[in-house]
């Protein structure tokens, strides 16, 4: 497709050369805009608010719950049952559980550490209670099913017993 005057078409040059000769007009009210000021009025402006936020979020990695082995099982149900009968003779322990959180977002999740004294352990409900301060006083919980390890000097010893 070619560009310029078609065949019926009045000649701009002709159509405009009254006004083709004229100064650029000023407002008298109104300084002049610098070309670097006029520029940065749409400098502000993002067609695509949010997009490198969505690719941030896409890129963040995320780890899978992993599966315990039998033995793996067997090892922190013990050191659980230890918990329960240490606490049942008034001591509460201070351990260090690395339990997995889901992500909120996407599928997968994290594993943290959290060290925190034992305040009971919930047979029935499946979860280890904790005397956390750090939460307004609240009493943070674990569910049995999210802990990966259980580590601390009540607990460490049984450890070299299944290596």
Not at 16 to 34: C, E, F, K, N, V
Not at 65 to 84: F, G
Not at 116 to 134: A, E, P, W, Y
Request: proline share 4%; with cysteine.
């Amino acid at each position: 497709m070619s560009k310029g005057i078609k065949g019926n078409e009045p000649d701009p040059r002709i159509v405009y050369a009254d006004i083709i000769g004229l100064p650029h007009w000023q407002s008298p009210t109104r300084p002049h805009m610098s070309l670097y000021d006029r520029s940065a009025q749409f400098a502000s402006y993002k067609a695509l608010s949010g997009y490198e936020d969505m690719v941030a979020e896409e890129a963040r990695l995320t780890d899978r719950k992993l599966e315990l082995e039998d033995y793996e099982l067997e090892l922190l149900n013990q050191k659980l049952s230890l918990v329960n009968d240490v606490i049942a003779d008034g001591h509460h322990p201070v351990l260090t559980f690395t339990v997995f959180e889901p992500d909120e977002l996407k599928e997968g999740g994290r594993y943290v550490e959290i060290t925190d004294t034992v305040k009971r352990i919930d047979t029935t409900g499946r979860k280890v209670i904790l005397t956390s301060t750090r939460e307004s006083g609240l009493h943070k919980t674990i569910d049995f099913d999210r802990i990966a390890a259980v580590h601390g000097e009540l607990v460490d010893y049984m450890d070299d017993c299944w290596e």
